[in-house]
């Protein structure tokens, strides 16, 4: 069976940084690109980025709205993705769900960004 | 940056057809995806790759493309089926995706 779990969500103030982690398992995850994507609370889904596997080099993507404050790793040995979050804004507050988009979510992990 | 658009919302009666539209300029090129979200869950997949069930989704979802527009599609619409749906596709690189604003489906 196939289980993501994100971790790490929080409260932090704004200009603050977080780190947020997606275990993986029950599936190959280092073939897997793994995504991230945000939902505000009544508003859509967002996407924030992806981070492809060893064969395609580990290339990330980001959305503009946070390109040079994210920052999406990931530790194969472990079945782990990271999102690394930095300058944080209010407008960056949302549940957080780790995904590979069309096959498999986790349930998502809620941050909020307030002082 | 891209964008693709579909309506707010959709009204439909039990038992009635809900066609729900997304409409950008690189659909054509680019692959459309649809999902399901009901509230406090995480997505679930409906369509793949513009009209590809996945095994598990009821046949009563399709989905459609002509040009620029894709179209979900849910024939004899069942309570259950009130619920958030999202199209998502790619820029014109395939590199950044980007999803619609989403259409809340309302069973009357």
């Known amino acids: 069976e196939v289980h993501l779990v994100e971790s790490g969500g929080g409260l932090v103030q704004p200009g603050g940084s977080l780190k947020l982690s997606c275990a993986a398992s029950?599936?190959?995850?280092?073939?897997?690109?793994m995504h991230w994507v945000r939902q505000a609370s009544g508003k859509g889904l967002e996407w924030v980025g992806r981070?492809?596997?060893?064969?395609?080099?580990?290339?990330?993507a980001y959305a503009a709205s946070v390109k040079g404050r994210f920052t999406i790793s990931r530790d194969d040995s472990k079945s782990l993705a990271y999102l690394d979050m930095n300058s944080l804004k209010s407008e960056d507050t949302a549940v957080y769900y780790c995904?590979?988009?069309?096959?498999?979510w986790g349930q998502g992990t809620p941050v909020t960004v307030s002082s | 940056s891209y964008e693709l658009t579909q309506p707010p919302s959709v009204s439909v009666s039990p038992g009635q057809t809900a066609r729900i539209t997304c409409s950008g300029d690189?659909?054509?090129?680019?692959?459309v995806y649809w999902y399901q979200q009901k509230p406090g869950q995480a997505p679930v997949v409906l369509i793949c790759?513009?009209?590809e069930r996945p095994s598990g989704i009821p046949e009563r979802f399709s989905g459609s493309s002509s040009g620029t527009i894709v179209t979900l599609t849910i024939s004899g619409v069942q309570a259950e089926d009130e619920a958030d749906y999202y199209c998502?596709?790619?820029?014109?690189?395939?590199?950044?995706?980007?999803f619609g604003g989403g259409t809340k489906l309302t069973v009357l």
């Open positions: 995904t590979t988009l069309v096959d498999f």
């Open positions: 029950g599936f190959t995850f280092s073939a897997a690109a």
């Open positions: 981070i492809r596997g060893k064969a395609n080099n580990y290339a990330t």
């Open positions: 690189e659909l054509p090129k680019q692959y």
């Open positions: 790759k513009d009209t």
């Open positions: 998502q596709s790619a820029d014109s690189s395939g590199i950044y995706r980007v």
